[in-house]
């Protein structure tokens, strides 16, 4: 560490997964707060050893939480979800379908009707008394307690004493409550950064809040005050450090020759849209007003539920399609691609078909056109359809520019041959900023201001 860098204000950035990982160390963004700031990585034992090489050249700490915290922080998750339904229509869509997925176990193990409609009854019933009754004298008190107990996550705030916490979060997660909770207690203040789209809509209970809260863009500032009563002066629309990537990529436009689909959490919604893609392909490999060099990518969902639909007929029938994985599983850690992969990948898509997610906001950012295959006829509980209708952060997302949703297969191969046949690549637009800040200033640049917003 030189000199100068030794008399700048201490930062601590509280890493707990490889997901957040991903934003810190596969981006420059240490690199740009180190500008600003001497910075001190406190990561888990897993995220060392997957960035152990970029973790080398850093100031860094390691700490664990209690397994106990993490199987209660999905409890009290569940039941705010059920205390504040009222405040948010994700939140009342989360509880309909924990009650929904507990059905579907009972009907694996129970035939007769009234075994699921008591099942249905008893889900509603646990999430009510934790809701109402235990969130707050007894579930609370001891997710706290469990949290208090991690000395070493504490002695470590204490050695290095940083002069603010930045810590990063993907939903209500012991990492980021007893992050906040020691540094208050050390009179440090603290910065969580909401690292995805949906987190203050949809996967947030906020039981310990931090001085200050950043997000993607000024849908999130808004929601958060509304859902947390957080004043809108502690909420900050930064953008994605995940984005960042892309920022003063040029997009190689001379050869847009890839047609990606990224898939849904369902697989048998996979189907009927690469049956539609392979539909289009057979068109273009025949028609010689169509004919081009295309290459078909298939991202399938990280994380798709169990379904007795089965892909193998359709992917053995669509031959030389790439298919991608967003995520593998590495002895008992799950790894996820680098993120210079995205960027070559996108660099050449000339459209996505892709479902309702913050990727669909990055296809965006680099200027391709999306469409959402919401099936008009599909009203399961996860489906397209249904997830528009129900998750707030969604409102509006068919009126973003370069986003067409699309109710049907004929719609989806009409849009495709639409885009083969004349591709078109419009730039993001000051629209594109309420869902993630894009325009002016940098994620980094926008962090710095905000830690030096609260820094002590």
Not at 68 to 93: C, D, P, Q, V, W
Not at 229 to 243: E, T
Request: overall charge positive; aromatic content about 8%; some cysteine.
């Amino acid at each position: 560490m030189s000199g100068s860098s030794q008399n700048l204000p201490k930062i601590a950035i509280v890493v707990s997964n490889l997901f957040h990982a991903r934003s810190v160390l596969e981006t420059p963004l240490i690199q740009s707060l180190q500008n600003s700031f001497g910075i001190v990585v406190f990561c888990t034992q897993e995220v060392l050893e997957t960035y152990e090489e970029v973790l080398s050249q850093q100031e860094c700490r390691l700490f664990q939480i209690d397994k106990r915290a993490e199987i209660l922080s999905n409890r009290i998750m569940n039941a705010g979800a059920f205390r504040y339904r009222n405040k948010s229509k994700s939140f009342r869509y989360r509880v309909t379908r924990r009650i929904a997925e507990s059905t579907r176990i009972s009907k694996k193990r129970m035939s007769l009707f009234s075994f699921e409609k008591l099942s249905k009854v008893l889900i509603w019933l646990m999430l009510f008394i934790d809701g109402l009754i235990l969130y707050r004298v007894y579930l609370i008190p001891r997710y706290r307690k469990i949290l208090d107990s991690n000395s070493h996550f504490l002695k470590i705030f204490q050695e290095v004493n940083p002069s603010a916490s930045v810590i990063w979060s993907q939903s209500m997660e012991p990492a980021s409550s007893s992050a906040v909770r020691f540094s208050r207690e050390l009179d440090i203040p603290t910065m969580m950064i909401a690292d995805n789209w949906d987190n203050l809509f949809s996967k947030t209970v906020l039981v310990e809040k931090p001085d200050l809260i950043g997000c993607f863009g000024m849908q999130g500032v808004e929601f958060g005050s509304k859902l947390h009563g957080i004043p809108v002066r502690r909420i900050v629309a930064l953008g994605s450090a995940r984005f960042e990537i892309y920022r003063g990529q040029k997009k190689v436009l001379r050869n847009p020759d890839t047609i990606l689909y990224a898939g849904s959490s369902m697989l048998a919604e996979d189907e009927r849209v690469l049956k539609v893609l392979l539909k289009v392909k057979k068109q273009v490999e025949n028609d010689g007003d169509l004919r081009a060099n295309l290459i078909w990518k298939y991202r399938p969902h990280p994380f798709p539920q169990q379904s007795k639909t089965n892909l193998e007929v359709i992917l053995e029938e669509f031959k030389d399609l790439q298919v991608e994985r967003t995520n593998e599983i590495t002895g008992s850690v799950q790894t996820w691609p680098r993120l210079t992969d995205s960027v070559a990948e996108l660099a050449r898509t000339r459209i996505a078909v892709c479902m309702p997610s913050s990727y669909l906001l990055e296809v965006r950012i680099n200027a391709v056109k999306v469409i959402v295959p919401a099936f008009e006829d599909n009203s399961e509980m996860t489906s397209c359809k249904t997830l528009l209708s129900n998750l707030e952060h969604l409102n509006g997302l068919k009126g973003l520019a370069g986003v067409n949703i699309a109710s049907s297969e004929a719609e989806i191969e009409s849009r495709l041959i639409e885009a083969i046949r004349n591709p078109k690549f419009l730039p993001p637009d000051p629209s594109l900023d309420w869902y993630v800040q894009w325009s002016g200033e940098g994620f980094a640049e926008n962090l710095t201001a905000a830690i030096q917003r609260i820094i002590r």
